[in-house]
T-cell receptor
Framework: AQSVTQLGSHVSVSEGALVLLRCNYS??????LFWYVQYPNQGLQLLLK??????LVKGINGFEAEFKKSETSFHLTKPSAHMSDAAEYFC????????????FGTGTRLQVTL | EPEVTQTPSHQVTQMGQEVILRCVPI?????FYWYRQILGQKVEFLVS????????KSEIFDDQFSVERPDGSNFTLKIRSTKLEDSAMYFC???????????FGPGTRLTVT
């Protein structure tokens, strides 16, 4: 069974500040990990993914995440927040092998203030 | 860029009525999914579909739900007799052969009154 825990349902940062959104996973097999972003009244857009290989993965809009197996974490970061980053962010896990269902975390709403 | 589309964007129905939510996955994708998101809650898996049959379904996906790929492009979710608790955003997703990332449609907001 897989599960995802996102610490902090709401995160507020100032424009220009570091963004750190936390994600911890539980999986009995090697995981594939994803971050999706949901803007208000829109669908889910893939930000980045980790499958195999390099543990630091870069995504769109300047976001990146690092897979740390020892910590079972996949935290999302961005060096400098922009107002347009305000959205809901979901971490998701699936197990190795394509076409498996995604298990999502409860999401973190990112607020960016001036 | 290819994208998953869903219709309608918003559906209002009365309790007990049947609804059909439609999705057009990305054209060369072969695996299809439905997820739902109740307002303020996380996205939950409902069902996956491959080669014209259900691959996996969750506990939520009971006898009131069914899926179908009626032709080469559409993928539908039917709820036979809607309940108030079916009110949610329903997302369709698809994935290509050998790929890992699922591409999501914009969703259909279902409101059951």
């Amino acid at each position: 069974a897989q599960s995802v825990t996102q610490l902090g349902s709401h995160v507020s940062v100032s424009e220009g500040a570091l963004v750190l959104l936390r994600c911890n996973y539980s999986s009995s097999v090697p995981p594939y990990l994803f971050w999706y972003v949901q803007y208000p009244n829109q669908g889910l857009q893939l930000l980045l993914k980790y499958t195999t290989g390099a543990t630091l993965v870069k995504g769109i809009n300047g976001f990146e995440a690092e897979f740390k197996k020892s910590e079972t974490s996949f935290h999302l970061t961005k060096p400098s927040a922009h107002m347009s980053d305000a959205a809901e962010y979901f971490c998701a896990v699936t197990h190795t092998g394509t076409a498996s269902k995604l298990t999502f975390g409860t999401g973190t709403r990112l607020q960016v203030t001036l | 860029e290819p994208e998953v589309t869903q219709t309608p964007s918003h559906q209002v129905t009365q309790m007990g009525q049947e609804v059909i939510l439609r999705c057009v996955p990305i054209s060369n994708h072969l695996y299809f999914y439905w997820y739902r998101q109740i307002l303020g809650q996380k996205v939950e898996f409902l069902v996956s579909f491959y080669n014209n049959e259900i691959s996996e379904k969750s506990e939520i996906f009971d006898d009131q739900f069914s899926v179908e790929r009626p032709d080469g492009s559409n993928f539908t979710l039917k709820i036979r007799s809607t309940k108030l608790e079916d009110s949610a955003m329903y997302f369709c997703a698809s994935i290509g052969v050998g790929a890992y990332e699922q591409y999501f449609g914009p969703g259909t907001r279902l409101t059951v009154t």
